[in-house]
T-cell receptor, first 116, second 115 residues
Framework: KAGVTQTPRYLIKTRGQQVTLSCSPI?????VSWYQQTPGQGLQFLFE???????NKGNFPGRFSGRQFSNSRSEMNVSTLELGDSALYLC???????????????FGEGSWLTVV | DAKTTQPPSMDCAEGRAANLPCNHS???????VYWYRQIHSQGPQYIIH???NNETNEMASLIITEDRKSSTLILPHATLRDTAVYYC????????????????FGKGTLLTVNP
């Protein structure tokens, strides 16, 4: 069974531009969450979507947004890019919300964003 | 979520068992212990999780102390490909709401497997 798929894998953007990253969760998974990883801050939670609704949000500015479609695929958008947005953006999926024995979170390979 | 403490780095000889410790002294009865690892430039890979019993799968074994204040991840026969940062995470058990929807990553342990 295919894992979490993220596109694009690498991209370079200029300050002030906006970017959209895409994530296809594992088949049957309904919860999709996004994380940002930088050398200085480590892995940080951005937001989580379940049934097309944002259920939880981390401590990031409003420039970071996302959405989830009816097929559970998700996109995240970053507007007015800043140099500090350069990071590995990770998408993760799970069957449902919450921690239970069968509700493990699985990660994709990530999208490397470089802002110049 | 309870905080975890892990050594910043460890070395292991190829073919030997790698034992990675994790302290989670403030864990509550409703929190799972999860282990992930991240090989450079890749997404975190799920390894194993447990609540209070020891667990084993094809990748590793998880030993949780009886008081649940610490755990050890065991890779029985480490290979060079096991070189990675290993994260020990506790996550609240239960349904939606609270903080159990996310994983809170610390700095993890960099395990280096040497030939």
């Amino acid at each position: 069974k295919a894992g979490v798929t993220q596109t694009p894998r690498y991209l370079i953007k200029t300050r002030g531009q906006q970017v959209t990253l895409s994530c296809s969760p594992i088949s049957g998974h309904r919860s999709v969450s996004w994380y940002q990883q930088t050398p200085g801050q480590g892995l940080q939670f951005l937001f989580e979507y379940f049934s097309e609704t944002q259920r939880n949000k981390g401590n990031f500015p409003g420039r970071f947004s996302g959405r989830q479609f009816s097929n559970s695929r998700s996109e995240m958008n970053v507007s007015t890019l800043e140099l500090g947005d350069s990071a590995l953006y990770l998408c993760a999926s799970s069957l449902g919300q919450g921690a239970s024995s069968g509700n493990t979170i699985y990660f994709g390979e990530g999208s490397w964003l470089t802002v110049v | 979520d309870a905080k975890t403490t892990q050594p910043p780095s460890m070395d292991c000889a190829e073919g030997r068992a790698a034992n990675l410790p994790c302290n989670h002294s403030t864990i509550s009865g409703n929190e799972y212990v999860y282990w992930y690892r991240q090989i450079h430039s890749q997404g975190p890979q799920y390894i194993i999780h447990g609540l209070k019993n020891n667990e084993t799968n094809e990748m590793a074994s998880l030993i949780i102390t009886e008081d649940r204040k610490s755990s050890t991840l065991i890779l029985p026969h480490a290979t060079l490909r096991d070189t990675a940062v290993y994260y020990c995470i506790v996550r609240l058990r239960g349904g939606s709401g609270g903080s159990n929807y996310k994983l809170t990553f610390g700095k993890g342990t960099l395990l280096t497997v040497n030939p």
